[in-house]
């Protein structure tokens, strides 16, 4: 037997080391579905392949041809999220939705992402996006229970989903991590101004470049000098983010520079992003399309609209949503190193 045979994950010896942490896998799930159940949410199945994968600048698809009868091709993608559909369901009627579904996301690999990985997705209609904050805080604290885990963890890092978590806004953690009035570089109407932000930046001694736009400097600031504090000793809710960083959120009432968006951490890792869903159609055609802008400038590409989803929004009530990386999940509760040791069956090499 080769040395690569005897280290993969489907030898025996490698998977008994791994099922202990498969079945707390299959244990959180099954704990978090009774809780879906108890609090009247409809278990959904959405379709992976779509017309549109999403339309977000930074995300990459897993594209395919998809032949009719006669041979004729059309373009499909593995979608990134189920939200499009999900969404549709909401405008359908459904009120209370969730989904473990499989998700497929190019250009990811490492310890915490993997091509294909579980997303677990779900919505409220007439609910204020603060109870998704709610809900996820209560999803690691019952994964924690379900586990017997007093911390979760990843490597050196640990965090008592118990403690009351850490709320603050995406302006309060630039100025407390990194000594940046972030809020002075957006304009009233949420437009941004580059030049206000990397001068500030330049002012600090952060590294930027020339050709950096004004979301390409948020993300170094965040990545840099941010992140790192997050979701260290207790869960950090990090709330109201650029509106230009929410393409899918609707403004602030008191503030349309913010937008009602929140990422949840624990242990510096990402695990949920939440929204208060826009339902407008045309913001949203026009958000998309800029989105699209950015990726055909950065990569050379753009995906389609998906038309069913924008009619839809016409008739989708207003709703609260939100994806949770459930792998990663599993990770810090488990205390495993890398996504792949929770995947009962990973992604080739």
């Not at 930027?208 to 207790?234: F, M």
Request: hydrophobic share 40%; proline share 6%; net charge negative.
């Amino acid at each position: 037997m080769t040395d690569t045979a005897a280290t993969a994950w489907w030898h025996p010896a490698r998977h008994a080391d791994r099922r202990p942490l498969l079945l707390a896998r299959n244990r959180i799930q099954s704990a978090l579905r009774r809780w879906f159940d108890d609090h009247g949410f409809t278990e959904v199945d959405p379709a992976a392949l779509q017309v549109s994968p999403g339309n977000e600048a930074h995300l990459h698809a897993f594209s395919t041809d998809a032949l009719s009868h006669d041979g004729t091709s059309r373009r499909m993608h593995l979608h990134t999220s189920p939200e499009f559909a999900m969404k549709k369901l909401l405008a359908a009627g459904e009120t209370r939705i969730h989904a473990f579904a499989h998700v497929w996301r190019n250009r990811e690999r490492g310890a915490l992402h993997s091509p294909e990985f579980t997303m677990l997705e779900w919505y409220r209609v007439g609910e204020d996006y603060s109870t998704l904050m709610e809900d996820t805080v209560t999803f690691l604290r019952l994964a924690a229970t379900t586990t017997g885990a007093p911390l979760l963890r990843f490597r050196d890092r640990t965090c008592d989903p118990f403690a009351p978590p850490e709320r603050l806004s995406v302006a309060e953690a630039f100025t407390r991590h990194a000594s940046l009035d972030l809020l002075a570089t957006i304009h009233p109407d949420g437009s941004t101004d580059r030049d206000a932000l990397a001068a500030q930046m330049a002012g600090q001694g952060m590294a930027l470049s020339p050709d950096d736009t004004w979301s390409d400097l948020l993300s170094k600031v965040l990545v840099a000098h941010v992140e790192p504090h997050l979701g260290q000793g207790r869960i950090t809710i990090l709330d109201r983010y650029p509106a230009a960083e929410a393409a899918l959120a609707r403004a602030c009432t008191d503030d349309p520079r913010e937008a009602e968006r929140f990422e949840l951490y624990a242990c510096g890792v990402e695990l949920a992003n939440g929204f208060g869903e826009l339902t407008n159609p045309a913001e949203q055609r026009r958000r998309f399309g800029l989105e699209m802008d950015e990726k055909e400038r950065v990569y050379g590409e753009r995906y389609p609209l998906d038309e069913d989803f924008l009619a839809s929004l016409a008739l989708m009530p207003p709703a609260s949503g939100i994806a949770l990386g459930f792998d990663r999940l599993v990770m810090l509760a488990t205390g495993a190193p890398r996504i792949d040791s929770v995947l009962w069956a990973p992604v080739a090499e």
